[in-house]
């Protein structure tokens, strides 16, 4: 089945404990992003990638940092992760950047 | 930078019309729209791409003014199913589709 799967689903965490949310896509597609969903503001946009080693920042990347060594794979980082930073965070590949699937999402929360 | 949503939220019996505006300050090469049902992952609609054309899925369509900078998502007869927060997205960039940017969204309800 064509998805995209992210993990963990949820997570509870404390302030300044590094983390990685996982993503990973088995359709072969070129385009990778990450968002991030808060009340009222919508989905915002951390990181883009369009292709392996190819990776650049959206709208609110501050705090966080993205890897693309593998197409398939696109990792999202908090090295050191605060409050401000829980939310829900949804992955979402696409082939050409047209009709984004989205994973799941992850609800995190940082105490 | 983000795309302005119009109305924020529309209440709605079922067989009702609505329309949800996007617009932008910045100009527009496509717009995305997405819908996202309560509890789950945003799903594509469809995209337009510059030109004002129409596209249609299902009962829901949408338009695309290039010069106005706005695209509007028409929902006809609306079902229950419809239900759910819509968005519409724009590339930052330009042409370039990875760099999404998604308005605030507006909340729809249709209630029986």
């Known amino acids: 089945e064509a998805q995209v799967t992210q993990n963990p689903r949820y997570l509870i965490t404390v302030t300044g404990k590094k983390l990685t949310v996982t993503c990973s896509q088995n359709?072969?597609?070129?385009?990778m992003s990450w968002y991030r969903q808060d009340p009222g503001l919508g989905l915002r946009q951390i990181y883009y990638?369009?292709?392996?080693?190819?990776?650049d920042k959206g709208d609110v990347p501050e705090g966080y940092k993205v890897s693309r060594k593998e197409k398939r794979n696109f990792p999202l980082i908090l090295e050191s992760p605060s409050p401000n930073q829980t939310s829900l965070y949804f992955c979402?590949?696409?082939?050409?950047?047209?009709?984004?699937?989205f994973g799941s999402g992850t609800r995190l929360t940082v105490v | 930078q983000q795309p302005v949503q119009s109305p924020q939220a529309v209440i709605l019996r079922e067989g009702e019309d609505a329309v949800i505006n996007c617009s932008s300050s910045?100009?527009?090469?496509?717009v995305h729209w997405y819908r996202q049902k309560h509890g789950e992952a945003p799903v594509f609609l469809m995209i337009?791409?510059?030109?004002?054309e129409q596209k249609g899925h299902d009962k829901i369509s949408a338009s695309f003014n290039e010069k106005k900078q706005q695209s509007s998502l028409y929902l006809t007869a609306s079902q229950l199913s419809y239900s759910g927060t819509y968005f519409c997205?724009?590339?930052?960039?330009?042409?370039?589709?990875?760099?999404?940017?998604f308005g605030k969204g507006t909340k729809l309800s249709v209630k029986p």
């Open positions: 979402a590949s696409s082939l050409s950047g047209v009709g984004y699937t």
């Open positions: 359709m072969n597609h070129e385009y």
């Open positions: 990638s369009m292709n392996v080693e190819v990776t």
């Open positions: 910045k100009a527009l090469y496509s």
């Open positions: 337009l791409l510059k030109g004002g």
């Open positions: 997205g724009t590339p930052l960039g330009g042409r370039s589709q990875g760099n999404l940017i």
